[in-house]
């Protein structure tokens, strides 16, 4: 899907066609700035599921991007490495609550009962539909490549 969906922005664009578009959280800006010239890629909309990685309004980025600086110096921090950091939190979390003993069992029925805020990203598995958050927020890509949420 990562690059279906930036060669699908390439093809429409060398095409010459300025229709906005949309593309789903799974398509990384970074893919598509692999693929499209800068000047074509502007403007296209990418849906998120997590805060923007390389934004400061949350202090779950802040926190990411300080972890990222001290284990994987010189990497740019991405919302796909968010989305890992995020996880491993969460899992965390779940395995904390297990108590001295933890089992996958106990681990399981932590996330069940699991309601957290990361710092600005709420995750509530308690509604028992294995769906720890409904955030969703659009970014477009502006003139510097980054995306703005």
Same mark, same amino acid.
């Given at each position: %899907?990562?690059?279906?969906?930036?060669?699908l922005?390439?093809?429409?664009?060398?095409?010459?066609?300025?229709?906005? %578009?949309?593309? %789903?959280?799974?398509?990384?800006?970074?893919?598509?700035?692999? =693929?499209?010239?800068?000047?074509?890629?502007?403007?296209?909309?990418?849906?998120?599921?997590?805060?923007?990685?390389?934004?400061?309004?949350?202090?779950?980025?802040?926190?990411f991007?300080?972890? %990222?600086?001290?284990?994987?110096?010189?990497?740019?921090?991405?919302?796909?490495?968010?989305?890992?950091?995020?996880?491993?939190?969460?899992?965390?979390?779940?395995?904390?609550?297990?108590?001295?003993?933890?089992?996958?069992?106990?681990?399981a029925?932590?996330?069940?009962?699991? =309601?957290?805020?990361?710092?600005?990203?709420?995750v509530?598995?308690?509604?028992?539909?294995?769906?720890?958050?409904?955030?969703?927020?659009?970014?477009?890509?502006?003139?510097?490549?980054?995306?703005?949420?």
């Amino acid at each position: %899907m990562r690059n279906s969906g930036a060669a699908l922005v390439r093809d429409v664009r060398a095409a010459g066609d300025r229709t906005p %578009m949309y593309a %789903m959280s799974y398509v990384p800006a970074e893919a598509i700035l692999e =693929k499209v010239p800068l000047d074509a890629a502007v403007g296209v909309g990418l849906a998120q599921t997590l805060p923007n990685a390389g934004g400061d309004k949350t202090s779950l980025t802040r926190e990411f991007r300080v972890a %990222m600086n001290r284990f994987v110096p010189g990497v740019e921090p991405s919302n796909p490495h968010l989305a890992g950091y995020v996880a491993a939190r969460v899992a965390v979390e779940a395995i904390r609550r297990c108590g001295p003993s933890p089992t996958p069992e106990k681990a399981a029925a932590a996330l069940r009962q699991l =309601k957290v805020d990361l710092g600005g990203l709420p995750v509530d598995f308690t509604a028992g539909q294995n769906v720890g958050t409904q955030w969703v927020d659009i970014g477009v890509l502006d003139r510097r490549g980054r995306l703005l949420l």
